[in-house]
């Protein structure tokens, strides 16, 4: 198994940055993918981006060019940097891991963009 803990979010202005922070419990080289997913009220949870053990990037079409996920594998963590954010981005932020057949999910974190 997999925990999985994230942090980072919180309230910022329409047009600022944060950067998410999704920690391990495991070597991430040893986890074959993980993504960051978010869902505001009333939607669906959606991908927003994913990485792969061997570096393969994808996101959602809404955050391509504002969004950047990284890994650091020393650290057992996964990074969500977000700029120029909008209001329509808030939303709970939740990271996920794909190991073998298993799907683990951290808490989430909140991500409030005002107008």
């Known amino acids: 198994q997999v925990h999985l803990v994230e942090s980072g979010g919180g309230l910022v202005q329409a047009g600022g940055s944060l950067r998410l922070s999704c920690a391990a419990s495991?070597?991430?080289?040893?986890?074959?993918?993980m993504g960051w997913y978010r869902q505001a009220p009333g939607k669906q949870r959606e991908l927003v981006a994913s990485?792969?053990?061997?570096?393969?990037?994808n996101y959602a079409d809404s955050v391509e060019g504002r969004f950047t996920i990284s890994r650091d594998n020393a650290k057992n963590t996964v990074y969500l940097q977000m700029n120029s954010l909008k209001p329509e981005d808030s939303a709970d932020y939740y990271c996920?891991?794909?190991?073998?057949?298993?799907?683990?999910w951290g808490q989430g974190t909140q991500v409030t963009v005002s107008s």
């Open positions: 996920n891991a794909l190991m073998g057949l298993f799907v683990y």
């Open positions: 495991r070597p991430i080289f040893s986890i074959n993918a």
């Open positions: 990485i792969t053990s061997g570096g393969k990037t």
